[in-house]
Nanobody
């Protein structure tokens, strides 16, 4: 089993920055792909970005150029750096992971493990 623990959420003003962390524990050596999703109030959970095997990254269009992701393999931790934050970025952010083959990085079904979520609020 793998456990994921997110941290780093909070309240920030428009244009500000936050860095989220997702630490994996348990059988975390088996994790190859880690992704970020978010869920805004009244909306479905949506894909944000992914940090794949070998360090490849991909982001949804709405955050491209503003968000980035990195991984500290030694600490089994992935980071989501969020810059130039907008009110529409307000959501609960979830970390997801899998040790399997990912056919669609945007699909929640691709991931086996989920964190509990961390709230990000961007005030205008």
């Amino acid at each position: 089993q793998v456990q994921l623990l997110e941290s780093g959420g909070g309240l920030v003003q428009v244009g500000g920055s936050l860095r989220l962390s997702c630490a994996a524990s348990g059988d975390s050596d088996k994790i190859y792909t880690m992704a970020w999703f978010r869920q805004a109030p009244g909306k479905e959970r949506e894909f944000v970005g992914v940090n794949g095997w070998g360090g490849s990254t991909y982001f949804t269009d709405s955050v491209k150029g503003r968000f980035s992701t990195s991984r500290d393999a030694a600490k089994n931790t992935v980071f989501l750096q969020m810059n130039s934050l907008k009110p529409e970025d307000t959501a609960v952010y979830y970390c997801a992971a899998t040790s399997g083959v990912v056919r669609s990085v945007r699909s929640e079904m691709s991931y086996d493990y989920w964190g509990q979520g961390t709230q990000v609020t961007v005030s205008s």
